[in-house]
């Protein structure tokens, strides 16, 4: 599976962005795949933030971003969003996305991410 970001850019403290993660070269149908969203920023390491599954609905990892950032996802569009509002300049970081293969719905978001794509940039301005 091939995945692409987009909607990253550069926004003020307090505002908001969508990112979006499509998904094409699907092998499978679209919902038996695990889309997970991470960051990274400068000279820290890669975070998980929240990931989504059909078996297993919708998982948040990271507690600095709970109520301010919201995961979904649009099976028709073969999409996955990343809801972010109450930015902050700690938000800053290239974000990914990244998906793995769970066709019998045993793993939820505990497995491997096997692909990734390339990353956005979002920079939030004080």
């Known amino acids: 599976v091939q995945l692409v970001e987009s909607g990253g850019g550069l926004v003020q403290a307090g505002g908001s962005l969508r990112l979006s993660c499509a998904a094409s070269?699907?092998?499978?149908?679209?919902?038996?795949?695990?889309i997970g969203w991470f960051r990274q920023a400068p000279g820290k390491e890669r975070e998980g933030i929240s990931c989504i599954s059909s078996s297993a609905g919708t998982t948040n990892f990271l507690d600095s971003v709970k109520g301010r950032f919201t995961i979904s996802s649009d099976n028709t569009k073969h999409t996955v969003y990343l809801h972010m509002s109450s930015l902050k300049p700690d938000d800053t970081a290239v974000y990914y996305c990244?998906?793995?293969?769970?066709?019998?719905?045993?793993w939820g978001c505990g497995h491997e991410f096997t692909s990734w794509g390339q990353g956005t940039q979002v920079t939030v301005s004080s």
């Open positions: 070269g699907l092998t499978f149908a679209f919902a038996d795949y695990t």
């Open positions: 990244a998906a793995f293969l769970d066709k019998l719905g045993l």
